[in-house]
């Protein structure tokens, strides 16, 4: 599975990398991605999804159940 956030639909990032001595380097910044369950409204179940922080902040700003 990719480290893809399934609601925000946020993706790694890429940047340098960059020394003292300026040398750049390519390197990945991950999203930040955490397992949760969530309550489907439709299927009446807990659903176990790989969400990002911002998301999971967003669904309590929301008041929805995590």
């Known amino acids: 599975m990719s480290k893809l956030c399934r609601i925000t639909n946020k993706k ?3 940047a340098y990398s960059v020394s ?3 040398v750049k380097t390519k390197k ?3 999203v930040n991605l955490q397992t ?6 439709k299927q ?3 659903i ?3 969400i990002s922080t911002k998301a999971i902040k967003s669904l309590h700003k929301l ?3 995590i």
Do not use: E, T
């Open 12 to 14: 790694s990032n890429n």
């Open 20 to 22: 003292h001595s300026h």
């Open 28 to 30: 990945i910044q991950n």
């Open 36 to 41: 949760k369950k969530i309550w489907s409204q």
């Open 44 to 46: 009446k179940r807990w």
């Open 48 to 50: 176990k999804i790989k």
């Open 63 to 65: 008041s929805l159940s």
